[in-house]
């Protein structure tokens, strides 16, 4: 007879006839039993809508859930579709794995009410990019270990890259020295959703996020090569897909003084230029030279070849995540890690 009230281990035990400690043992501890016993008692067990002790409230009551929990700046469909965050979080879970731990995915994107349950699991957090809202600070209040990724903080843990500096190397390749038009290709620099140019109001924004970083790393080039570049040469993409940033790529390429030289804050629009620059009879580098950031795997495999910067995307989710699994042990020492990136010359611009 199946029972519809879920029961407990003691519940099921009376019922067996058998101690707490044999069904538990059945489950848990096999080599306890005898083959024979231990089959009745799962069987008997099963037809009682019993499965077994609940091992999440075991865990919990030890004061650890062997969670960490990742939570992303985007919502999670948008993440698993972005080569980098997916990269970032193939670093994360390689660590974890090693570590016999468990990862839960979370999104700042909603509201913090609908997933703070789920927030009161993890052991320990790594947070990645600018969260949204209140996520920050609700996370926080739970006292639980926090490592940042791609975001400065002053004190928690963090890992990031030289944002500036490697935007600024990459310009100063581009341009090489030379009287050239640009165009620069931005992802989120201003509050929008659109599409859009941005205004010399927008170029007096202090910020140390990623996007605005490596705006000055660019402009820092081309001000050390005497080359202007105004407001209105700076496009904002509100999100790094190639839907979104084909939108951008059309209005750039269709200039009547088409540039010589388009810098892209990431790979994804770096490659939609090429994309489209091909399909419009614009040869590239002869007569575009284009660069992109980050050194996703597409990028060596595109027509011709990406130059972009390497970011270490997967190295620095292990970073994060060694990081966080030795604060959980006790190491309180306030760490900011700082990863190499490299610039990586292709076709697209030699």
């Known amino acids: 007879m199946i ?12 019922q067996l006839g058998v101690s707490t400690a044999t069904v538990s043992n059945a489950f848990n501890r096999p080599d306890q039993l005898s083959s024979k016993l231990r089959d009745r008692i799962l069987s008997e067990a099963a037809e009682l809508g019993y499965h077994g002790p609940n091992l999440a409230a075991r865990l919990l009551r030890k004061g650890e859930s062997g969670v960490i929990g990742v939570m992303m700046v985007d919502s999670l469909s948008y ?3 972005d080569p980098v965050a997916s990269q970032l979080l193939q670093g994360i879970a390689e660590v974890l794995v090693e570590n016999g731990k468990q990862m839960l995915l979370l999104s700042s994107a909603l509201d913090s009410a609908e997933q703070s349950s789920a927030e009161s699991l993890p052991d320990g957090f790594i947070l990645y990019g600018a969260l949204q809202g ?9 006292g639980k270990p926090i490592v940042k990724v791609d975001y400065h903080s002053g004190s928690t843990h963090s890992v990031n890259i030289d944002n500036e500096a490697a935007a600024f190397i990459i310009a ?11 165009a620069i290709l931005g992802l989120r620099l201003v509050d ?10 927008d170029l007096l924004t202090e910020s140390q996020d990623v996007a605005h970083s490596r705006l000055k790393g660019y402009l820092r080039a081309a001000k050390d090569l005497n080359i202007e570049v105004v407001a209105s040469q700076i496009w904002h993409v509100p999100i790094n897909n190639a839907e979104t940033a084909e939108v951008a790529v059309r209005e750039v390429l269709s200039l009547s003084d088409l540039p010589k030289v388009i810098l892209c804050m990431s790979d994804v ?13 614009i040869n590239v580098p002869e007569e575009l030279r284009i660069t992109g950031f980050d050194d996703t795997p597409e990028a060596s495999r595109s027509e011709p070849a990406l130059t972009t910067i390497c970011q270490q995307s997967i190295e ?10 030795n604060t959980a042990q006790g190491d309180d020492t306030v760490q900011k890690i700082v990863l190499d990136t490299r610039l990586v010359i292709r076709q697209s611009c030699p």
């Open 134 to 142: 209140n996520s920050f600070e609700q996370i926080k209040r739970l």
């Open 172 to 182: 100063k390749h581009a341009l090489k020295g030379q009287e050239q038009s640009i």
């Open 192 to 201: 929008s959703n659109r599409v859009c140019r941005l205004t010399h109001e």
């Open 3 to 14: 029972i519809s009230k879920k029961l407990n281990l003691t519940q099921v035990s009376k």
């Open 316 to 325: 620095k989710g292990r970073v994060a995540a060694k990081l966080l699994l």
């Open 79 to 81: 993440s698993f579709s």
């Open 269 to 281: 629009i770096a490659l939609t230029v090429l994309r489209v620059a091909k399909e419009l009879g």
